[in-house]
C-alpha cells in the first residue's frame, strides 16, 4: 500500500479554523452524509440486524439494480431519475468545496488535466481490487456471514446495459467524490491526520455495505484503505478520477457480467 505523502508537501498547512468554523464544518459534513451514505450506513446496519433476526443470513439475499416498474417505459424513467436524484449530493459537495472561489474539480483532482494516467491507474486499481474482492465474498458465503448479492434484476430491455452502465458510474462518483475527495478536504481543514482520514474513509465506506454481510464489509473497508492512500500519495496525487474510474469498472463487471454471463459461469463461480 502507498505511504501516505503528497505531491503538494511544501504547500503551507492550512491554518487551524476558528470555532465558528470547526461548527459550520461538522455540521456541514452531518448534512451532506445525512443525505447520502451516512443515511445509507444507518439503513445498512439497520437491515444487517434486520436479516440476522429472520434466520441466517447465508440464506438470504441483498438485490440491487432491481426493477423499478412493470411498464418497460415508466422502469426506464425511474431508473434514470434514481441516477440523477443520487447524484445532488455530489453536486452538493463541490458546491461547497468551491467557496471562496476556489475550483473544486482541481482541488479534487475531478478535472480532464491526466486523462491517460487517469485512465491507466483506474484500470489498475479496478484489477487489483475488484478480483481479490470477489474472493473475500465468496469466502463469505462459505462461512454463511455473507447474503447472496443478487448484482442486477432488471429485464433485458434494450437499454438495461446503458442503464446499469449509468448506475456503476454513479456509484463511482457519489462513494469515490464524497468518502475520499470532499471527506479528506473537510476532515484535513479540520486536523485530522492522513492515517485517521483514512481510516475514517475506509470504515463509512464499509459501513454502507453492511446491508450485504460481513464480507463485502470487510471487502469495502480494504477498498477504502487503498483507494484513500493511493489518493493521498505520490502516485494518486489528489486525483479522484482514477478512483471513479476504477469503482465504475468493478460495478460495470458486476452489474453486466450478472446479467448477462451464462447461468453456468455465474455457478462455477459462485455467485448463483
Known sequence: M?????????????????PQRR??????LAIVFGLSLGKSAVYAIVALIDAYTRGPIGDQTASLNTSENPREIFDLTYQLLSVAFALVPVVLALYLLSENGR???????????????DL????????????????????????????????????????????????????????EILVVGYLRERLDEL????????????????????????????????MGVVFASFYLSRWGRRRVWPLVLAHTFID?????????????????????
Open 191 to 222: 486536523g485530522w491526520r492522513a492515517w485517521s482520514i483514512v481510516a475514517a474513509s475506509a470504515l463509512l465506506r464499509g459501513s454502507y455495505h453492511l446491508y450485504q454481510g460481513w464480507g463485502p464489509f470487510v471487502a469495502n473497508v480494504a
Open 23 to 28: 461548527r459550520r464544518l461538522h455540521w456541514e
Open 103 to 117: 475550483r473544486a474539480r482541481r482541488r479534487i483532482g475531478f478535472d480532464g488535466t491526466r486523462p491517460l494516467r
Open 2 to 18: 502507498p505511504a501516505a505523502h503528497t505531491s503538494e508537501g511544501d504547500r503551507a498547512p492550512s491554518p487551524r479554523p476558528t
Open 252 to 272: 460495470v463487471a458486476a452489474f453486466v457480467g450478472y446479467t448477462y454471463l451464462p447461468e453456468s459461469w455465474l455457478h462455477a463461480l459462485g455467485l448463483v
Open 120 to 175: 491507466g491507474w483506474g484500470l489498475a486499481l479496478g484489477a487489483g481490487i475488484g478480483i481479490p474482492g470477489l474472493g473475500v465474498y465468496l469466502a463469505g458465503r462459505a462461512l454463511g456471514l455473507t447474503l447472496h448479492v443478487s448484482a442486477a434484476g432488471i429485464p433485458p430491455y434494450w437499454w438495461t446495459v446503458p442503464v446499469l452502465v449509468l448506475a456503476a458510474l454513479k456509484n463511482g462518483l457519489l462513494e
